[in-house]
Nanobody
Framework: QVRLVESGGGVAQAGGSLRLSCVVS????????MGWFRQSPGKEREFVAT????????LYADSVKGRFTISRDNAKNTVLLQMNSLKPEDTAVYYC??????????????????WGQGTQVTVSS
């Protein structure tokens, strides 16, 4: 069974950093697009970052560009999200997602097939 497990969330002060990790089991991510999304209560899932199958292409939401970095280690079946210069508006549950198709850039939640349970990120002012 495909399982995505996020970790690394917690509480950070504005301007601080957190590193999120997504470990995937039951599925090889080596040929597939991976992404990070976030969601606050009462809001839709918001695109954060995506990375192509080989890490050759990345794309970020304007709100996090220059502050967040997505990376992947296909050998470890793991995707990371380094979050720097955190802002209170970054507060959300962060979800890792995997696409089952061709591994090009994808920015819409409906394009992803497998999701983790999420990890809470809270940024204090």
């Amino acid at each position: 069974q495909v399982r995505l497990v996020e970790s690394g969330g917690g509480v950070a002060q504005a301007g601080g950093s957190l590193r999120l990790s997504c470990v995937v089991s039951g599925y090889s991510i080596s040929e597939h697009t991976m992404g990070w999304f976030r969601q606050s209560p009462g809001k839709e899932r918001e695109f954060v970052a995506t990375i192509s199958w080989n890490g050759g292409s990345t794309l970020y939401a304007d709100s996090v560009k220059g502050r967040f970095t997505i990376s992947r280690d296909n050998a470890k079946n793991t995707v990371l999200l380094q979050m720097n210069s955190l802002k209170p508006e970054d507060t959300a549950v962060y979800y890792c997602a995997a696409n089952s198709g061709l591994g090009y850039i994808r920015i819409h939640a409906y394009e992803y097939d497998f999701w983790g349970q999420g990890t809470q990120v809270t940024v204090s002012s």
